[in-house]
């Protein structure tokens, strides 16, 4: 999906044990030189990376990374006069959390449409530029796009922006596909998140803790972010975004033992790896499934999107088809972002050729399921997309009323007798459980 982490190796996480790294962030500066060393170096490596000048680790998380960039941003204008500037363009490709992170910026956002490839409409943003250009901040786009593809125009998008007086900001949730291969500074960029998560191994998962520092042209330098108890960001620092200077600094040890370990042609590979992947499913899978927003050469960037729309008239949605995986053993993809009804599929460079494979056998089981429904040799609404998951109690249960047998429920393919992941949870309504509150802990009166 959208965010689908990388392997963490038990070699990078190995620091997080390190009795010397669990230390107070407001420390004097002489307890805490191992880490400024740690943070010294690992800001080489990411302004190598993405071809800018300075780095702020205070951000917390990419969308934090996000909303301090565009203050970044509203502080240099402000400085040269342009406070007024408060007009962001977001493609319909962005990442989610753009149009959340700019509004709480107190931005004015206008969401520019993409063509029929996927790319940023170039003429309809000529045109936005002459209705908003006097008032514009800038523009905000993912690149590679969330539609998993990379923008044709990129550079061309960026002088557009800056010759109409605004900034262009990268979200970098998927900068796994340009290390070694392009940079944020190569094709015009002003400021950029790093999801630390995501591109360099930094455990995903149960709300945090997160990194997501950003990295700016040497222009907006002197406005990172500042701290009123240690020493950090630019001369013109504009206030702290998190309460500890360097963030959650224990962490950075994964990311700089990541970059030390794979080294300069270890990280270009790992980025071929994630597109090579993602072509490879797509072709796949292209013959079972329409695919959304190739480029012009047929090809996606470090993921691609299905279109599920096309399986309504057998009463199948991509919810079924999310469900339906956890049978053959597959945590669901990202579902219906950011087009309703779609799979987003990222498989990272982690994955190997027999689990990609493995992938594309349940994609294509699945695939001739929904064709069984269509022709009326399964029924509508009680068949093994609309009934999955289906779980050890479900299927151990002497009540067993569906038309198809146990067997086609737990292994629709036969390797999952050698090697299954078991859902633990059979299927829920999922719009009740969103809009309405559920308690299931014991009542206070038994405690």
């Not at 400021?191 to 930094?202: A, E, R």
């Not at 794979?262 to 993602?278: C, P, Q, W």
């Not at 050890?392 to 393919?413: C, G, I, K, T």
Request: glycine fraction near 8%; hydrophobic fraction near 35%.
């Amino acid at each position: 999906g959208s965010c689908t982490m990388k392997l963490n190796a038990a070699s990078e996480l190995l620091p997080l044990s390190w009795k010397d790294m669990d230390i107070h962030p407001f420390v004097p500066h002489k307890q805490a030189q191992g880490y400024h060393a740690l943070i010294s170096d690992l800001t080489r490596q990411l302004q190598e990376i993405t071809g800018l000048s300075a780095i702020s680790f205070q951000p917390s998380s990419g969308a934090q990374g996000e909303y301090t960039g565009l203050l970044v941003i509203r502080a240099y204008l402000k400085s040269k006069g342009e406070a007024d500037r408060d007009v962001i363009l977001i493609p319909d490709s962005a990442h989610g959390t753009n149009p959340a992170s700019a509004v709480l910026a107190g931005l004015d956002v206008k969401v520019l449409p993409s063509d029929s490839f996927g790319n940023i409409d170039f003429e309809v943003l000529k045109k936005m530029l002459r209705d908003y250009g006097k008032n514009l901040l800038g523009l905000m786009m993912t690149y590679p796009s969330t539609y998993g593809i990379f923008e044709k125009r990129v550079k061309d998008i960026c002088e557009l922006i800056h010759s109409h007086g605004g900034q262009v900001y990268m979200d970098g949730a998927n900068m796994n596909a340009q290390i070694g291969l392009t940079s944020p500074g190569k094709i015009g960029v002003d400021v950029c998140h790093l999801n630390l998560h995501k591109t360099f191994c930094i455990p995903h998962g149960g709300g945090g803790p997160g990194m997501g520092p950003i990295a700016v042209a040497n222009h907006l330098a002197p406005y990172l972010p500042g701290h009123s108890l240690v020493r950090t960001g630019g001369r013109h620092a504009i206030r702290a975004v998190s309460s500890a200077p360097f963030g959650s600094a224990s962490l950075l040890g994964i990311p700089y033992a990541y970059i030390s370990m794979m080294g300069t042609e270890g990280l270009r590979r790992s980025a071929e790896r994630a597109i090579l992947h993602a072509n490879y499913l797509k072709d796949k899978l292209k013959v079972d499934y329409p695919i959304l927003h190739v480029g012009k050469g047929g090809r996606c960037a470090h993921e691609f999107i299905i279109d599920c729309r096309p399986f309504k008239d057998a009463n199948v949605m991509v919810e079924d088809i999310a469900k339906r995986l956890a049978d053959y053993g597959f945590h669901a993809p990202t579902i219906s972002f950011p087009v309703p009804e779609t799979l987003m599929i990222e498989p990272t460079e982690s994955e190997n050729l027999s689990e990609l494979d493995r992938f594309c056998e349940a994609m294509q089981g699945i695939r001739k399921e929904i064709e069984e429904i269509r022709k009326g040799k399964a029924d509508k609404t009680d068949n093994l997309l609309k009934n999955a998951p289906h779980t050890l109690s479900m299927l151990l249960s002497d009540n067993w009323s569906h038309p198809y047998s146990r067997e086609q429920a737990a292994f629709p393919v036969s390797g999952l007798r050698k090697r299954k992941l078991w859902p633990s949870v059979a299927r829920v309504d999922n719009a009740l459980g969103d809009r309405n509150l559920i308690c299931t802990c014991p009542s206070l009166q038994k405690l």
